[in-house]
């Protein structure tokens, strides 16, 4: 092997020394992607879960407004009768 044959193979081996410096690199790369990707689904998982709660706790406080919106009519409903009653007591004149 002469001069020129060990010139190649001394820039081969640097070409294979860079392509291994980039494939670990790259590896790197990945594994700091799969965990950037793994806190991402964590973090989605929670948001999911604290949706759900926020859901049924808004549920739960619409049914009691519901109530509450009830109860009202119902209050209005026995203050009008209870009005009428004293409109005809008054009426009767005792």
Sequence with gaps: MGTA???DFDLLEKKIRKAAKYIE???AE???AEDINNELKEELDSLYIDNE???K???HLKKE???ENDLEKT???LNNKIEEMLAKLEELDI
């Design 53 to 55: 709660g926020l859901t």
């Design 75 to 77: 209050r209005e409903e």
């Design 5 to 7: 044959g060990l010139a």
């Design 65 to 67: 407004k519901n109530k």
């Design 30 to 32: 990945k594994k700091q």
């Design 57 to 59: 706790e808004l549920k």
């Design 25 to 27: 690199q790259l590896q």
